[in-house]
């Protein structure tokens, strides 16, 4: 579908949520918190039924976390149509619905951004660690706190200490 | 913030408690060390020989790769990003290119001749991918034959592409604004007698998965997935296409010159092991085709923009996704006008395969597993990322 007849087609069915272009077939809705989930629901049912990524991302500047729902098709008049689905939050509290729902790939995809941003989604029963261990008990990588770089020095600095205690005891 | 730092034991019950089974069941580790799982384990409750519950446990070969695009500029991601995938490295990459590429604001700038040898690396990639799956998912069934012709068929495609880019594996061929060389002298002639050599082997594979009745019997209904589920659980490539959804990326928003060239989606309806096996191979003679095509079309001329210095994404975000050979790739990609992303999230098919291991296995023998698990187009270290 073209994309000025989809932002149409999105401005009658969901009026409030600012739909624009952002480059040719990626359109942007920003629904508020409480329609998050209708947002979705009507998204199902205009057939945008391949979720595809979930993507949120951290701003510690402004203290938010943007989530973005990243959505296409596999209908063959909308295959070539991505909606992303953005909502801003504050950092300290980011809570939003789940919308497994909706789509049951969301089960997976919610459950990655929790265990690496710490993000939370009420209703979703798999909220534990997937990639990550078991044990880890820093916090969630991806935000923009950890420092890899502090990690890494970290890493070598311990290993430069046994290097050293070799060495110490070679020598005796 | 941070809620899930503190010591919550539901999470961290996590899936390696090992609590009691149920009464008259048994669980099962299958896996990390089983080389019939790959790099992961699926910790299987079995009652005698029927799965009831399958839980897949990830995350053995998970590297941190998005956060290691935080650290690094756009190009030194390139390498680090097709590590994973030693089966698929240039279509692991194409939508990152493509993203940048976006983010550069030279998507219309990139060479024709370009554009095709990109077409045909990811093909070869595609191909060199179905002949390795084609290998792997045999041995686990236990039939030798078709480890031996899918690795040595794969080795000439391998040997064609290493031509080029001089490697063997992760070729770091695609950087922005084309690829990194031009195909050496004689690249066309090897590439054709290649194609040629792989199209009078069909027959030979068509002939081991119609007429040999063990691969029919193991194959055939096991690991069945409905087109409804298919969509629903958001899974990708030829998992997706065996179900009967007719889906990719290549016809559905044709990228670097795909619109160009003819072929066709196969696709089947059953939705079993059998189907998806049938998938790859009908891909196969699609991908030669693709190549065929593709290297009439190419034509002298430059294979890349030159950039000059460090380059820097406009502040904005970009989002690409290309048919890889384990199903649809996507990079989001944002950018605050640093020599560095801000953020980048990946999605490989493989990561949304994974999704349908448990449904696909409840219900099967134990016998069943490895093919059931591998027929999924599922790759460990590629998903984990």
Redesign the interface.
């Known amino acids: 579908m073209k994309d000025e007849e989809l932002l149409g087609l999105i401005q009658t069915k969901l009026p409030d949520t600012t739909p624009s272009i ?2 040719s ?2 359109l942007k809705l920003k629904p508020y918190l409480e329609k998050l989930h209708d947002t979705c629901s009507t998204l199902l049912s205009m057939g945008f ?5 979930i ?1 949120v ?2 701003y510690p500047q402004t203290g938010e976390f943007e989530f ?1 729902y ?1 959505i ?1 098709s ?1 209908q063959d008049s909308l ?2 149509n ?1 909606i ?1 689905v953005v909502l801003r939050l504050p ?2 509290r ?1 809570i939003v619905p789940t919308v497994k729902d909706v ?3 969301a ?3 919610e459950r990655e951004e ?3 941003l ?3 989604f009420e209703g979703n029963p798999e ?8 044990d880890w ?7 923009k706190d ?1 420092k ?2 502090r990690w890494v020095d970290e890493e070598r600095d311990r290993h430069d200490l046994v290097i050293e205690r070799v060495e110490h005891e070679r020598e005796h | 913030m941070s809620a899930n730092t503190e010591s919550n034991p539901e999470m961290l019950a996590g899936v390696f408690q090992q609590e009691e089974a149920p009464e008259g069941r048994l669980k099962v580790s299958f896996g990390p060390q089983h080389p019939g799982s790959g790099h992961m384990r699926i910790i299987l409750t079995v009652n005698g020989d029927i799965v009831e519950d399958a839980v897949p446990d990830v995350g053995y070969v998970h590297r941190g790769v998005e956060k290691m695009c935080e650290y690094k500029n756009y190009i030194q991601n390139i390498p680090h990003i097709e590590r994973p995938a030693i089966h698929d490295s240039s279509g692991t990459i194409f939508p990152y290119i493509l993203a940048v590429e976006r983010l550069l604001d030279m998507t219309e700038k990139v060479p024709e001749r370009a554009q095709y040898i990109r077409v045909i690396m990811a093909e070869l990639n595609r191909m060199i991918n179905h002949f390795y799956f084609f290998g792997i998912l045999g041995i686990f069934m236990g039939h030798t034959t078709p480890i031996t012709w899918g690795m040595g068929d794969r080795d000439y495609l391998i040997d064609v592409a290493a031509s080029a880019t001089g490697a063997r594996v992760t070729f770091s061929y695609f950087v922005p604004g084309g690829v990194r060389t031009d195909l050496p002298y004689g690249f066309e002639d090897k590439l054709l007698k290649t194609c040629d050599y792989l199209e009078s082997r069909i027959p030979a594979y068509k002939a081991y998965l119609e007429e040999n009745p063990f691969a029919r019997m193991r194959l055939t209904g096991v690991g069945v997935i409905k087109r409804s589920d298919a969509v629903a659980l958001g899974l990708a490539g030829p998992t997706l296409r065996g179900s009967g959804v007719k889906s990719d990326v290549r016809k559905d928003e044709p990228y670097s010159l795909y619109d160009t060239l003819e072929f066709n989606i196969p696709t089947r309806e059953e939705g079993d092991a059998m189907a998806r096996m049938m998938v790859h191979f009908e891909e196969v003679k699609e991908s030669l085709s693709i190549v065929r095509q593709a290297a009439k079309k190419l034509r002298p001329g430059p294979v890349k923009v030159p950039l000059r210095g460090q380059i820097r994404g406009k502040v904005g975000e970009a989002y690409a996704r290309t048919e890889g050979a384990r199903g649809m790739n996507s990079y989001y990609i944002i950018s605050d006008g640093q020599i560095h992303p801000y953020r980048v999230r990946v999605n490989t098919g493989d990561s949304r395969n994974l999704a349908a291991m448990r449904p696909v296995l409840i219900g099967g023998k134990v016998a069943d597993v490895p093919v059931a698990h591998w027929s999924l187009d599922y790759w460990p270290v590629a998903s984990d990322r």
């Open positions: 952002v480059y077939h990626r039924d391949h979720l595809q990524t993507c991302t951290d973005n990243i296409g596999v295959k070539e991505i992303m950092r300290a980011p789509w049951p790939a089960v997976q995809l929790f265990e690496m710490g993000v939370r909220l534990k660690f997937l990639y990550l261990p078991e008990n820093e916090i969630p990588p991806l935000l950890y890899l770089k």
